[in-house]
Nanobody
C-alpha cells in the first residue's frame, strides 16, 4: 500500500506564487512517475505536470513556463512550484504516483489552490 501526503496550497492573489509538496510512503518498488493533477469546479480532472524516476518532466501547455515540478528525498517527494498564478489555476490539486511495474495509480487527498483576481 502506498500513501501520499500533500502539503501547501491556499489562497493567493493573481500573479503570486505557491508551492505544493507531496511525500510518498509505503511499498514503493521500481520505476514510477509522480505528478500533479487538478480539478476545477464543474470540470474534469486534468494533468498538470509529471516527473519520472529518472527526472523526465512533462507539463500541460497551460502551465508550461510558469510551473516547475521537481523530485527529491530519494525520489519520494515531489514538489510543484507555481509562479505567475492566475484565477484559471484555481482548483483542487491532487498528487499522483503511477507505478510502471503494476500500472496502478495512487492519489493524495487533494489540496485547494485558490487564486483571487
Amino acid at each position: 500500500q502506498v500513501q501520499l501526503v500533500e502539503s501547501g496550497g491556499g489562497l493567493v492573489q493573481s500573479g503570486g506564487s505557491l508551492r505544493l509538496s507531496c511525500t510518498a510512503s509505503g511499498r514503493i518498488f521500481g520505476l514510477n512517475s509522480m505528478g500533479w493533477y487538478r480539478q476545477a469546479p464543474g470540470k474534469q480532472r486534468e494533468l498538470v505536470a509529471t516527473i519520472t524516476t529518472v527526472g523526465t518532466t512533462s507539463y500541460a501547455g497551460s502551465v508550461r513556463g510558469r510551473f516547475t515540478i521537481s523530485r527529491h528525498n530519494a525520489g519520494n517527494t515531489v514538489s510543484l512550484q507555481m509562479d505567475t498564478l492566475t484565477p484559471e489555476d484555481t482548483a483542487v490539486y491532487y498528487c499522483n504516483l503511477h507505478s510502471d511495474i503494476t500500472s496502478h495509480d495512487y492519489w493524495g487527498q487533494g489540496t485547494q489552490v485558490t487564486v483571487s483576481s
